[in-house]
DNA sequence: CGCAACACGTCAATGGTGTTGACGTACGGT
DNA sequence: ACCGTACGTCAACACCATTGACGTGTTGCG
């Protein structure tokens, strides 16, 4: 087949559609946002988003090569709008994780997507700059080049897997999200201490603590760890805050 | 409608089918699963289980509602066998090491089932039996309680989430997943010092390192920030090894 | 300033998907 | 032996992404 998607530096001439909109590669990215965030993610189909835009559905595929060039659109989308305001402060540790919260926060801003993004690679410019400058806060702290990117590794996946996972919970539909948040009282709360010591001893603290996400203190503990292999080896960390984390009340995803 | 699915207690004549088999439940979770792992995740689909049973691919239809309890189905029976065989060894470290590592070995062989299950709570027996191990082996390592439940929390939701982010780039479509591999060779190798000068000093570590699956290291540092955080204050943990971790290449999500 | 090239919105068609209702056969309980 | 029905099969539906062909209106250029 011919390539029918003209680059997007390279257009020339624009034809308003039935209903009279202009379309655009950036028109379309802001139309699926909010059609799957007003509709849930099964409402993205081309069809549907062809209706949203007023335009006939395969006017998609002048501006993407399918809908998975879509996805990746929008998944840089949101890694910019993560990114946005975000500033290098020199303390590595800070840097990191307000960088990682800011993921977290901003991918849980839009669940839908989110769980179609979260797990890809897009090279686009959002997502390099955002590669760019983590890399850079850990290789300006001192971290060797090997370590940096190991580091970096880890720190950019626990980031973007638990803002999946924590999106996955709030993109459920309501009726199995009350179930899973259910069973730890109509299943946990009523296990035996013969048969389950460990859950029946701290099943308060358990059930408490499973309301919120796992991310922040996840993201702690890797920072501390980190610490640890940091060149300047003597140099121990505060201890991550026992306090419970800020913010809003995020469902939890598994057990 | 009504329902066609009959409760498999109460199952009563069963005929075979065009190939002479005889289905059922367990048949049927069972040829999905080898369907997945013999001809990757996208091969699961009705007709062609339909085809793998030797059935009509309604037939399915006769056992499971509809695809999703079919999926749920499969994500049970992954869950008992990511901790057949497992046991305590008394070194909480490497206990939580197994078992953090058979959890996402065990859902990654089965990526589409993975996805559906690694964000729900089930409550069933499988599952209550995993949270009291994981438990078990933090409170007996000495962890007061609303720490061990912290560190449960985390370290669970590390688990299920990397599980969940590594079976997704498995169960992509094949191009899809190809593409998000050579974005590593297309963009990244070729941004200019000026403008990424941490990516293009690293790239060569870095397109090598997001090969693999960035959980076993991300693991590594979730123990070490947790062993100083032990009452036993002092206990330094053995450096986690910079080896890079053994097994299969796993194709890697995210940047 | 006018015209021709072609970008791009539209239409029609293809082959995939999950799912449903109707049907008949052969098997079980009686 | 014979009924009732479980269940495997068939045909059809609605939806999906994607492609090739087509004509029109915009725009760059002479």
Redesign the interface.
């Given at each position: 087949m011919v390539e029918r998607v003209i680059p997007e530096g390279s257009r020339r001439r624009r034809r308003p559609t039935k209903q009279g909109a202009v379309l655009s590669e950036r028109l379309i990215v802001e139309t699926a946002l909010r059609l799957i965030e007003e509709h849930g993610a099964e409402a993205l189909s081309v069809r549907r988003l062809g209706a949203a835009l007023g335009a006939d559905p395969t006017a998609l595929y002048r501006y993407f090569r399918n809908t998975?060039a879509l996805l990746l659109a929008l998944a840089d989308e949101l890694i910019g709008r993560a990114q946005d305001g975000w500033t290098a402060t020199g303390d590595w540790r800070a840097d990191l994780r307000s960088m990682g919260l800011r993921i977290h926060a901003r991918y849980l801003a839009h669940p839908q997507a989110a769980l179609l993004a979260?797990?890809?690679?897009?090279?686009r410019p959002h997502?390099?700059r955002?590669?760019?400058r983590i890399?850079?806060v850990l290789?300006t702290a001192g971290f060797q080049?090997?370590?940096?990117?190991?580091?970096?590794?880890?720190f950019?996946?626990?980031a973007?897997?638990?803002a999946?996972?924590d999106a996955?919970?709030l993109a459920?539909p309501p009726a199995?999200r009350e179930g899973?948040?259910e069973?730890?009282h109509?299943?946990?709360a009523k296990?035996p201490p013969d048969t389950?010591?460990?859950?029946a001893?701290?099943f308060p603290?358990?059930a408490a603590?499973?309301r919120d996400?796992?991310?922040p203190?996840?993201l702690?503990?890797?920072l501390?760890?980190?610490a640890?292999?940091h060149p300047d080896g003597t140099q121990t960390p505060p201890?991550?805050a026992?306090t419970r984390s800020p913010g809003p009340v995020q469902p939890?995803?598994?057990?």
């Open positions: 998975d979260a797990h890809r690679t897009t090279g997502e390099t955002a590669v760019e890399l850079g290789r080049d090997a370590l940096a990117v190991r580091i970096y590794h880890a950019v996946d626990q973007l897997a638990f999946a996972q996955a919970a459920l199995a899973d948040a069973v730890w109509a299943v946990y296990l389950h010591p460990h859950i001893a701290t603290l358990l603590d499973m996400s796992g991310y203190f996840a702690e503990l890797l501390v760890a980190a640890t292999l201890t991550p026992p939890v995803p598994g057990p």
